[in-house]
């Protein structure tokens, strides 16, 4: 059973359940079919009694007789005589009728069970049962009240196999009937089951080929439909996507992490072969090692920032969220950064009081400094770097603006890429990641970056964040 595919298997248990509905309606059907046979039965040999009693007369005299135009049957009753209709004699719907005195002596007519029930008194309108032999007869007793016809009963007797015949005609058409519809039943199951599988099927097939090829652009294709089945495959495909995208995204950061390390290696070695190559003077080791300290500091910095945003796009549930004290944090951090006067740079903040986020604060922190950071990067000598905090009835909005040498528009759609940097910052100083890390960390707490700018005289970063009772955090 365990190996079995899921189309028997859902095959196999309809056939059980359904084959026990069958014999359970079965069951029903014949009891109550039983029941109901019984109680037409009994309904007829009342019907057929109370019908009988208006068939027998009595008449005092032969001449009386005479005037009549119909005589069937005579008996001899006290001073008089009894006419009988004729079908006393025949057996009606297997109902026998007799015609006794009172003191259960037989008079007239039929009764299969005469002396079995010599005992049994007369009971005027009511149905008994008595068994004789393991078969049940119903047995009905009428008193005549006529004239001349004092003293006189009929009794009525019908076998309950009257409607055994009727009850095997329909166990015999049941026996025949429900084979033939659990077996349509059974293939339409069968079939209807393999139809709803199909989806399972195209996706084991795509799955085997993106085995086998390694074609994350396999789809599975199904026919139109929104049940649970077609919604698994659709879910499966837009999984697919995201394995394709992600696949893709890995090759292009493998790519790009590559290509910015070479550089720095390059750059290391030629210096240690320059130094080894023959005797230097203290100057020149100087140097040599100056270079290397600055280029492993920066590729220590893109590892640390590439670490940062694999960890930040993998696995976010990493970072905690909390209540953050916006205003706080964004004193704190430009209090300090203010103090570094790089290129004769100053720094300028306002805050809004009393502004909260939920968030991580390391992630705010490291989004504010890489803003702040990549303004005294491009900022000109003696320029000036303004933040901004403030808080409207539905975001909240960081704003990060200097008065630098700007971004070109045809490079302004680009700069959030990993590792992109334009052509007029190519300093050696950045590694490519600060503002791709910065708009990472911004739709971690659902928000987004805006950018302006005019080349040649400044830009200006926006981060948008929710406010509290608006988040849609991740």
């Known amino acids: 059973m365990k190996n079995l595919a899921i189309r028997w298997k859902i095959t196999i248990w309809y056939t059980i359940a359904l084959i026990l509905v069958m014999i359970f309606t079965c069951g029903v059907v014949l009891l109550a079919s039983?029941?109901?046979?019984?109680?037409?039965?009994?309904?007829?040999?009342?019907?057929?009694?109370?019908?009988?009693?208006?068939?027998?007369?009595?008449?005092?005299?032969?001449?009386?007789?005479q005037k009549s135009s119909d005589v069937d049957h005579l008996v001899k009753y006290n001073e008089g005589y009894l006419e009988i209709d004729d079908d006393f004699l025949d057996q009606v719907n297997e109902v026998y009728t007799s015609l006794y005195r009172a003191n259960g002596e037989l008079m007239y007519g039929e009764n299969p069970i005469s002396r079995e029930i010599l005992e049994?008194?007369?009971?005027?309108?009511?149905?008994?049962?008595?068994?004789?032999?393991?078969?049940?007869?119903?047995?009905?007793?009428?008193?005549?009240?006529?004239?001349?016809?004092?003293?006189?009963?009929?009794?009525?007797?019908?076998?309950?196999?009257?409607?055994?015949?009727?009850?095997?005609?329909?166990?015999?058409?049941?026996?025949?009937?429900?084979?033939?519809?659990?077996?349509?039943?059974?293939?339409?199951?069968?079939?209807?089951?393999?139809?709803?599988?199909?989806?399972?099927?195209?996706?084991?097939?795509?799955?085997?080929?993106?085995?086998?090829?390694?074609?994350?652009?396999?789809?599975?294709?199904?026919?139109?439909?929104?049940?649970?089945?077609?919604?698994?495959?659709?879910?499966?495909?837009?999984?697919?996507?995201?394995?394709?995208?992600?696949?893709?995204?890995?090759?292009?950061?493998?790519?790009?992490?590559?290509?910015?390390?070479?550089?720095?290696?390059?750059?290391?070695?030629?210096?240690?072969?320059?130094?080894?190559?023959?005797?230097?003077?203290?100057?020149?080791?100087?140097?040599?090692?100056?270079?290397?300290?600055?280029?492993?500091?920066?590729?220590?910095?893109?590892i640390s920032d590439m670490l940062e945003f694999t960890r930040l796009e993998m696995r976010a549930e990493y970072y905690n969220k909390e209540m953050i004290d916006m205003t706080e944090l964004v004193t704190s951090i430009c209090s300090d950064m203010a103090l570094l006067k790089e290129k004769g740079i100053s720094l300028q903040y306002e805050t809004q009081q009393k502004i909260a986020v939920l968030g991580n604060y390391a992630l705010l922190s490291r989004l504010l400094i890489n803003l702040i950071s990549n303004a005294y990067r491009y900022g000109k000598e003696g320029g000036h770097i303004w933040v901004d905090l403030q808080e409207d009835k539905r975001s909240i909005k960081l704003s990060v603006k200097d008065d630098g040498i700007g971004i070109k528009k045809e490079e302004q759609a680009n700069i959030f890429r990993r590792f992109y940097q334009a052509d007029h910052s190519r300093s050696g100083q950045g590694t490519g990641l600060g503002l791709a890390l910065a708009q990472e960390i911004a739709q971690f707490h659902g928000g987004r970056i805006e950018v302006q700018s005019d080349y040649g005289k400044g830009s200006k970063f926006t981060v948008i964040l929710p406010r509290n009772d608006e988040n849609n955090f991740y």
């Not at 029941?35 to 068939?55: F, G, M, S």
């Not at 047995?139 to 007797?157: H, P, Q, Y």
């Not at 026996?175 to 519809?181: G, S, Y």
């Not at 292009?252 to 390390?261: I, P, Q």
């Open 34 to 65: 039983n029941r109901i046979l019984q109680k037409t039965i009994c309904d007829n040999l009342v019907e057929t009694l109370e019908h009988n009693v208006d068939e027998i007369e009595f008449f005092s005299s032969i001449e009386e007789i």
């Open 120 to 302: 049994l008194k007369f009971t005027d309108s009511q149905i008994r049962q008595i068994k004789v032999n393991g078969i049940l007869y119903y047995v009905f007793d009428r008193e005549l009240t006529g004239d001349g016809l004092e003293g006189l009963w009929l009794r009525g007797i019908v076998s309950e196999l009257q409607g055994k015949g009727q009850l095997s005609d329909i166990a015999k058409f049941s026996l025949i009937l429900l084979p033939l519809l659990i077996l349509f039943s059974v293939v339409g199951g069968y079939l209807i089951a393999k139809r709803m599988l199909r989806p399972i099927q195209h996706l084991t097939e795509t799955v085997v080929r993106i085995e086998k090829g390694g074609d994350l652009k396999q789809r599975i294709q199904l026919d139109k439909g929104n049940d649970e089945l077609h919604q698994l495959a659709n879910h499966f495909n837009q999984m697919f996507s995201r394995l394709e995208e992600s696949f893709e995204m890995e090759r292009r950061f493998a790519s790009d992490v590559s290509h910015e390390l070479r550089t720095p290696m390059a750059v290391i070695r030629a210096q240690c072969e320059f130094s080894l190559e023959k005797t230097r003077d203290t100057d020149q080791y100087i140097k040599a090692l100056q270079v290397i300290q600055r280029q492993s500091k920066k590729m220590s910095k893109l």
